[in-house]
């Protein structure tokens, strides 16, 4: 029997796991660390969720710990990994406020990705908080369930006015998004530094059909533009870019993600993008390690 110890439960990790455990559960000690409160949230389908095409998260959530565990994993939630003693083989864990420690025969990285934070002056994340929080009230990151359900309840909260947004990125998020306030009867600008929406997906002539089918519901593209500053005094109030000054109550910067690769620790090889580098098993440079999921390369 092997102890395979596995950091990050969302879809690769679940995925994972599962296949894992339906496999070779009988043959193997699987635990699990998560930094989140939940599993499986399904980010892809945030717009529709924030844009009322569907009644709630509820059918955005295809597992659980109570799910994992049935099947004979053991999983720890809301327990950030501190740090990997790759030469001894353990991994350091907050549970329950504190320390644990946990020995492993396999490591499996299944930790991600993490959003861009652009340099921006005004854009600042609370320090030590995991769920992507800003400084500034109304600047709003998109990647996990609760900033989600943070941006439907302030947009519910008719006392605060949130009337003008901002999307900054002109991505499939970025336009999803746009999309959803637009829906709400929200002022909408999408700001890109690129001179068209989807720019790294589609050829021009079909990016220039998408973005007068933007245009033409409703929603400003300011494009070509580099954002320079979100201001406001404690909450949002102005998105300044490097050609215009707009007048904003909300700002949901959809600027793309990086590989959390954090707990490499300098001890594993990266790509050049900052994810795992693994062969065609999924197995890092270190022997023993793998990595699936938005934290590692891919064969093409």
Known sequence: MSKIVVVGANHAGTACI?????????????????????????????????GEQIDGPEGLFYSDKEKLEAKGAKVYMNSPVLSIDYDNKVVTAEVDGKEHKESYEKLIFATGSTPIIPPIKGVE?????????????NLQFVKLYQNAEEVIEKLKDNSKHLNRIAVVGGGYIGVELAEAFERLGKDVVLVDIVDTVLNGYYDK????????NLED?????????????????????????DKETFDVDMVILAVGFRPNTALADGKIELFRNGAFLVDKKQETSLPGVYAVGDCATIFR
């Open 205 to 212: 002539d079909f990016t220039d059909i998408m973005a007068k």
């Open 18 to 50: 599962n296949t894992m455990l339906d496999n070779f559960g009988n043959e193997n000690e699987i635990v699990v660390f998560d930094q989140n409160s939940n599993i499986s949230f399904l980010g892809c389908g945030m717009a529709l969720w924030i």
């Open 217 to 241: 519901h409703n929603i400003r593209l300011a494009l070509g533009q580099t954002v320079q500053a979100v201001e406001g005094d404690g909450k949002v109030e102005r998105l300044v870019t």
């Open 125 to 137: 994340i609370v320090p030590g908080n995991r769920e992507f929080k800003a400084t500034l009230e």
